[in-house]
């Protein structure tokens, strides 16, 4: 177990995989500005070691989690320090190590904007999401709009963001929200496993892929394409790479060193 600073937000390693998990199951794992600055932590230790190559993300009790705490945001003292607070969904966006969110309650507001920013979504069967935050009078500042719209587009976004409706997970699965959903006692072991792979495959492949990923929703396809074969050749130069090509000539599993 990895000390950040506080009881709330945990992290532990096994095999290459980071499981970071919201443990404030009383209040559906809301974030309070403690356990924001401890994801930002997480994160950080994360890009910053090879004893991991995937990081799972996920809640205790019936929440993923509900977003940002609502009783916190008084103790900003004005409205232009809460835009400039430290966010922890741009610290998981941010993240270089390839990310699951292992969705196994409620994803509300920043909750359902923490999962949106892993590379890769599966839920449980008894999860549910949604972007409440017009009911309170304002919208979600965590990526939102521009995510969910990516995820399932246009008029689907619209429908969650001006109503504040709820979806359940098999709604999230239809609309492409999500990629897998799993019965609840399954789904840890589900993502876990999914981290497994990515944390064997090379590590510079898997976190240029991410950065690839991201830069062909933000590029012209002339300059996403360009731009990826330029990434292609920057994995092909390195020594992990190399190891690839030899083991399969030798019919051996590779062993990559992030070289």
Not at 8 to 22: G, K, N, P
Not at 35 to 47: L, P
Not at 158 to 184: C, F, K, N
Not at 229 to 245: K, M, N, S, V
């Amino acid at each position: 177990m990895i000390d950040l600073g506080t009881a709330d937000v945990l992290l532990e390693v096994a095999d290459r995989v980071a499981t970071l998990t919201l443990d404030r199951p009383a209040k559906l794992n809301a974030v309070t500005a403690e356990m924001s600055a401890a994801i930002v932590r997480a994160v950080e230790w994360c890009d910053g070691t090879d004893e991991v190559r995937a990081i799972v993300v996920t809640g205790t009790g019936r929440a993923f989690s509900a977003g940002s705490d609502i009783r916190e945001l008084d103790r900003y003292a004005t409205p232009w320090d809460f835009r400039n607070r430290t966010d922890y969904c741009d610290a998981i966006r941010a993240a270089r190590t390839p990310t699951i969110a292992a969705v196994n309650g409620y994803a509300l507001g920043g909750g359902l904007e923490t999962a949106l920013s892993c590379d890769i979504r599966i839920a449980s069967e008894s999860a549910t999401f949604a972007a409440p935050e017009i009911k309170l009078g304002w919208i979600g500042g965590g990526g939102m709009t521009s995510l969910l719209s990516r995820a399932i587009g246009p008029s689907n976004t619209a429908l969650m963001i001006m109503t504040g409706d709820p979806i359940d997970a098999g709604q999230a699965l239809r609309w492409h929200l999500v990629s897998e959903v799993t019965p609840p006692e399954d789904l840890t072991a589900r993502a876990r496993e999914i981290a497994a792979t990515i944390a064997c495959r090379a590590p510079i492949a898997a976190e240029t892929a991410k950065i690839n990923l991201r830069a062909a929703y933000s590029m012209p396809e002339d300059k996403a394409l360009e731009y990826e074969r330029d990434l292609q050749t920057i994995c092909f130069a390195t020594e992990d790479a190399a190891e690839g090509r030899r083991a399969f000539t030798e019919k051996r599993a590779p062993v990559f060193r992030r070289r």
